[in-house]
């Protein structure tokens, strides 16, 4: 374990994925200074330790069946997992959140930040021989922006695309109508071999069960709603993987995942607190297995909805923030792993200035805070009440969420003695991001999950993007932010975006948008043969080469073991 | 007979129909929608509005509900169950690979519960009151009481986890062995799902059979064959346990479309291929076609079993042949 400097975690240019999926995992610093006393989770990178082991098969765990194995049309987490080692990208992010080449060697910025060349490397083939070519960039590009295609992952990264073509066989342009330093973001992107679609839709192929790979594995077998095993391709041109098979094994379950990895039949799953809990005291668990734990660039917080007339003043959204303890949650609901955030962004992203200390938790000033906003509880009901409206609201939560259900708990405790009433309202997913897209809810409980590296606030919080077109869904309004996100966006010069930053920071601090709450730590259970694990902001697997670099010794007791 | 039968299956269609229009309704105006059900709580993903403007027009959203749903009658009544919004499949073939899933497990564990209650029932209905009842009682009750996804886990720890007697969860191995070992290595991973399934509805039927044996034994008929000279065993399952049978086989009648729902929780905990799941993810990512391509299965499967069921009385029961 080492620590990572910060000067490290550079600004690299380009940006892109907004909220995209969850990626996972790791690497951060313990540099924020929380009430709550946090771990030392360090960014691990046992990528020097040891000798590799070639061979071997690597069994991990899928939460759910992909939908697809159609890098464009991909839309969460289980088919990021199996695309990683299948499907290459123009461009990568390293560990560090920087970008790199991949599929491209390299890459140029017209002076007007508008334009973008791409310089394809040589040799690279999909797994029948074919070259990678620029048609087939220019394909995919073309695809994603087809109104017929539903690419929800990176439609938003093209949404101001003005043209693509390809230049030579090799190379391609890319011009977009606004200027955003963080574009080149959303060319860490899978291509499509077009031969292999000419004339069809993308969408209804079987094809997109059975990809063509211009990666390091290819899909060997894939049993409906069981396993999707891989297997080495020969094609392969890069630095190869260490396993010679990875098998995926859909396993819905936390609870179950925990008890295959003691058994042997898994490698690795993420995990929750509980089951983290339960490890420390498992004997046979500490023998054989060893938890992982990072920070990434995930958050949680509550979103208030500032169209409503609870939380239009500025004061309310400071007074709700400082009723929240988040030392507390911090200590009790965390145990100590997750840090307290005082704007949209995790610790360990660039973006995020930990000279900022987040608001402290003060029921007495909040009070205060709420009766200079004009909230007293006139009628002596216990409730504080504003032009005969009482301060009372629903607190909406995803059903799916254990810990973000708890917060609401806690929160509205605090609440209740502060003469708010907050009915926390768990409701299934679906239902829950309808009302919240659409604004129709006065608090939500959230988890923001970052997908890259882009720290761009612009699409969350810019008075421009409130629903139906945008994402601000909490209707946040502040010119000041308004006109630093402006300027951020046409800023190339990394250390200035940077500065830029701090001080939206220092404003969503002082004037914030939502209650944010804390980015907490992710969790792994891996079997100790697993080696050769790098963490990074971006999780085990959302970065390059992330798991392509882990090796397995042979383990005794998974063969003693049951197999699977 | 013929004539019922007829009346019988003229009756099913407009309660088919009934069925599959409360269904579309439900799960059309439930909240939530395929666009805002991409992603998870874990994953907290979200989806932009244009993208998500894109995906209603794609799925044919935008469409007024009576279009629709005339559209989707048209493809049924053509045998055409329309494609997964998910993966784009037909929804027929997503159904057909996770048909004998589901089939083999509930299978097992409808004549597992079966052979165990029928004696169980006869025995503890023979002396009701007696020791055997009285403790066949409490370990049902018992049983029952258990809630499934615990029971599992305990099991799951106990027998694969810390003795390694039984897989995990899974329908085969992976590789799976071939011929008789592999339908052995197939047995094995139903064993465990298999048992959660039986032990909860083995105390309900257990005590259904009771009961019938019960109200029988105390009949005239019963006392009749005991001074015929029949044996206590005899009068019992001869005589007795028949006539308890008729409740027993209308509530078959009920459980056999349960064959192909499945069960989310089991088929969640064992990672099984099955119908429950497919229902289950189906409903959460607001699937539409194939939740209704599934509810209209368990609707055809319904009336099909009641009406199996109401044949089968009638041929266990003389009665009922007559008034039909």
């Known amino acids: ?164 073509e390809p230049l030579d066989a090799r190379s391609f342009r890319v011009r977009f109508r606004n200027r955003d330093a963080l574009h080149a973001y959303a060319f860490a992107l899978p291509l499509l071999p077009e031969r292999r679609f000419s004339e069809r839709s993308i969408v209804k192929t079987r094809e997109n069960r059975a990809p063509l790979s211009n990666g390091p594995y290819r899909v060997a077998r894939w049993k409906t709603q069981e396993s999707i095993e891989l297997e080495r391709n020969p094609r392969w041109f890069g630095v190869p993987g260490h396993f010679d098979r990875i098998i995926f094994r859909i396993v819905p379950e936390n609870a179950v995942a925990y008890r295959a990895i003691v058994e042997g039949s898994l490698d690795e799953s993420w995990i929750d607190q509980s089951l983290k809990e339960r490890s420390a005291k498992d004997r046979r668990f500490q023998s054989c297995c060893r938890i992982v734990e990072f920070y990434n660039l995930d958050y949680n917080y509550i979103a208030l909805n500032n169209r409503s007339p609870l ?53 007495a000033a909040a009070a205060e805070l709420l009766d200079r906003a004009g909230w007293r509880d006139t009628n002596g009901n216990g409730t504080r009440d504003r032009n005969g409206r009482e301060f009372e609201f629903d607190l909406l939560s995803s059903a799916g969420s254990t810990i973000g259900g708890q917060i609401d708990e806690v929160f509205s405790g605090e609440l209740a003695r502060a003469g708010i009433r907050a009915h926390v309202r768990p409701l299934e997913w679906s239902a829950f991001v309808e009302r919240v897209d659409s604004g129709d809810y006065e608090a939500a409980s959230l988890a923001w ?116 | 007979m013929i004539r019922y039968l007829v009346r019988r299956l003229l009756l099913a269609i407009p309660t088919l129909f009934g069925i599959v229009v409360l269904v579309f309704l439900l799960l059309h105006l439930a909240p939530g929608s395929p666009a805002s059900a991409v992603g998870s709580p874990e994953a907290g993903r979200r989806v932009s509005a244009a993208a998500r403007e894109e995906m209603r027009k794609l799925y044919g959203l935008d469409r007024p509900l009576p279009e629709r749903f005339v559209r989707w009658i048209g493809r049924v009544a053509r045998f055409d169950l329309g494609e997964s919004f998910v993966d784009r499949r037909p929804v027929s073939e997503r159904i057909r690979e996770a048909l004998p899933a589901t089939l083999a497990l509930n299978g097992l564990a ?33 049983l029952y009481s258990m809630p499934v996804f615990w029971a599992a886990l305990l099991l799951q720890t106990l027998l694969s986890v810390e003795l390694g007697w039984l897989p995990l969860y899974g329908v085969s191995s992976d590789p799976a062995p071939g011929g008789i070992l592999g339908l052995a290595d197939r047995l094995e991973h139903l064993a465990l799902p298999v048992t959660c399934l039986t032990y909860g509805s083995l105390a309900f039927f257990a005590r259904l059979v009771r009961a019938g044996v019960v109200e029988a034994r105390s009949q005239d008929f019963v006392t009749a064959a005991l001074a015929r000279g029949l044996s206590r065993r005899q009068a019992l399952w001869r005589h007795a346990f028949r006539n308890a049978l008729l409740p027993l086989v209308t509530l078959l009648g009920l459980l056999l479309p349960g064959l192909l729902s499945g069960s989310v929780i089991v088929e969640r905990i064992f990672a099984w291929p099955g119908l429950g799941r497919l229902y289950f993810d189906s409903i959460l990512s607001r699937d539409y076609p194939v939740v209704l391509g599934l509810s209209l299965l368990g609707g055809v499967a319904t009336l099909a079993a009641t009406l199996a069921a109401d044949i089968a009385a009638a041929i266990v029961d003389p009665r009922l042949r007559e008034e039909a």
Request: some cysteine; hydrophobic content about 40%; overall charge neutral.
């Open chain 2, 110 to 142: 409808l004549f597992f519960t079966l052979a165990l209650a029928v004696p169980v029932g006869v025995a503890a209905g023979g002396r009701p009151e007696g020791p055997f009842d009285r403790a066949s009682a409490v370990v049902l009750f018992a």
């Open chain 1, 311 to 363: 939380f239009s003043d500025s004061r309310v959204r400071r007074a709700m923030t400082m009723l929240l303890d988040r030392p507390a949650i911090v200590s009790g609901l965390y145990h100590g792993s997750a840090r307290i955030i005082s704007g949209p962004w995790a610790p360990d992203s660039p973006a995020y200035d930990a000279s900022v200390t987040p608001l402290p938790f003060d029921p």
């Open chain 1, 1 to 164: 374990m080492r620590r990572l400097p910060l000067a490290i975690l550079l600004f690299a240019l380009g940006a892109c994925r907004g909220s995209e999926q969850t990626a996972g995992p790791p690497g951060a610093i313990a540099r924020t200074p929380t009430v709550a006393a946090a771990p030392a989770l360090g960014f691990l990178d046992e990528s020097r330790e040891g000798t590799p082991v070639e061979g071997g098969i690597l069994r991990r765990r899928l939460v759910g069946e992909p939908a697809t194995l159609n890098a464009v049309l991909q839309s969460g987490l289980p088919e990021q997992q199996v695309l990683q080692y299948v499907s290459r990208q123009l461009l990568d992010f390293d560990a560090q959140l920087a970008l790199t080449p991949g599929l491209a060697q390299r890459w140029e910025v017209s002076d007007d930040g508008l334009e973008y060349r791409f310089f394809l490397e040589r040799q690279v083939f999909w797994e029948d021989g074919s070259a990678v070519t620029s048609a087939d960039a220019v394909f995919t590009i073309r695809q994603i922006t087809d109104p017929k295609v539903p690419s929800p992952v990176f439609k938003p990264l093209f949404e101001d695309l003005e043209l693509v």
């Open chain 1, 449 to 564: 999950a970052a997908s890259d590296a882009n720290p761009d606030p612009f699409p969350f919080w810019h008075s421009s993007q409130f629903p139906p077109h945008g994402v601000n869904n909490a209707f946040y309004s502040n010119p000041v932010a308004d006109r630093l996100m402006e300027e951020a966006r046409r800023e190339l010069d990394p250390a200035k975006r940077r500065e830029i930053y701090h001080r939206l920071h220092r404003i969503f601090r002082d004037d914030p948008p939502v209650v944010f709450v804390v980015n907490a730590s992710q969790k792994y259970a891996f079997r100790r043969r697993v080696r050769g694990l790098v963490t990074s902001p971006l999780g085990l697997y959302g970065f390059w080469p992330g798991p392509l670099s882990w090796w397995g010794v042979p383990d005794d007791s998974v063969t003693g073991g049951r197999p699977q």
